[in-house]
């Protein structure tokens, strides 16, 4: 592998570890608001 | 020239092509029935979990959508419309787009089932089993009938939604199930009128290819009736009001129209075939026209 395409391997790489990072901040919040809906919904009843 | 690398060593996927695994553009027609679906049923949906029941729909389709391209990466290197695809072009190897499709299955399915209930679950589980297994898997390279069993699969979505808000199946998302369910074959088989030479060099035994055009247009006409029963069958069951019933009444009437028209041609060579793209083009219009519709009859005449 030459050192180009080492350097775009590792650019790749980067760019879906920041992508992931983000989807899994993401998930944090969005399950956080589920288990606040499910509380409140129990709540009411 | 771009099929080389579907056996050889893993290569380091870019993050967008597992994106584009997932079929961004057909996503948008399941993620809008699906909504209109959770829409149109009664009662009352917490407004987080109703975007997490759309949101584990997306999900499902896009997971569908890779298994589907993990299968069929042979196939697609084959056709000049689906050669550039993440895994025929060499981007991206094939385990990559089964672990990815398998996980986000899994995922959608288990988020479906913890956010809203377990039968809204079992429906996106079918739906993409059915896709995956009997359509892509059984019947694709089997039958020319394949789309139309295969559209049930995507008929799914307004089903799932429904289910998200009540916990169970009625009428009316039945309905909508069939309408979709019909209207698969006149707007796919439009398609396949003027891209058949596609289809032909990737032996898919589309109709065109088997039956040929003639019988294309003529079943094209035979499920367009078919569809009219079924879109009709919410305001005959008094499913649904005014809304409705006259959205439904017009756009079918035009489509009618539309794909009378494309039945009594005769034209077989695809630069001149205006009229099959415009039945395609306004197919997916209907569509949209007739779940918007459903919504504006519960929500404004509720």
Redesign the interface.
């Known amino acids: 592998m030459t050192p180009e395409e080492q350097d775009q391997v590792r650019a790749r790489q980067k760019s879906r570890a920041v992508v992931t990072g983000l989807l899994l901040g993401f998930l944090v919040i969005l399950f956080f608001a589920i288990t606040l809906a499910k509380i409140g919904a129990s709540h009411n009843i | 020239m771009t099929t080389a690398t579907l056996t050889s060593a893993p290569v ?4 967008r092509d597992f994106l584009a695994l997932t079929k961004p553009r057909v996503m948008t027609l399941v993620v809008y029935t699906g909504l209109a679906g959770l829409l149109a049923a009664p009662g009352r949906i ?1 407004p ?2 109703a975007f ?1 029941a759309i ?1 584990c729909i997306a999900l499902g389709a896009g997971a569908a959508a890779a298994l589907n391209q993990w299968y069929e990466a042979d196939v697609d290197a084959k056709m000049k419309r689906t050669a550039s695809r993440p895994l025929p072009a060499g981007r991206m190897d094939r385990q990559s787009a089964l672990h990815f499709g398998v996980g986000l299955s899994f995922f959608s399915v288990i988020l479906m089932g ?2 809203t209930n377990w039968l809204a679950a079992a429906v996106l589980a079918v739906s993409i089993l059915f896709y995956v297994i009997v359509y892509t898997i059984w019947l694709k390279p089997r039958t020319a009938q394949n789309i139309v069993i295969g559209g049930a699969a995507g008929a799914f979505p307004p089903v799932i939604g429904w289910a998200a808000v009540t916990g169970d199946i009625g009428a009316l998302p039945v309905a909508l199930f069939m309408l979709t369910f019909f209207w698969t074959p006149p707007h796919f088989w439009s398609l396949a009128l003027f891209v058949r030479t596609d289809y032909a060099a990737a032996g898919i035994p589309m109709l065109p290819v088997v039956s040929g055009e003639v019988a294309t247009r003529r079943q094209i006409w035979l499920y367009t009736a078919i569809m009219a029963i079924a879109a009709m069958a919410p305001v005959l069951l008094r499913l649904t009001g005014l809304i409705y019933g006259t959205a439904a009444f017009v756009g079918t009437a035009i489509f009618a129209v539309l794909a009378f028209e494309v039945y009594r041609r005769r034209e077989t060579d695809p630069a001149r075939m205006t009229p099959e793209r415009r039945l395609f083009k306004y197919s997916i219009l209907y569509l949209f026209l007739l779940f918007g519709a459903v919504v504006a009859d519960r929500w404004l005449l509720a």
Do not use: F, I
């Open positions: 380091t996927a870019h993050w917490h987080v979990l997490t949101l913890m956010a």
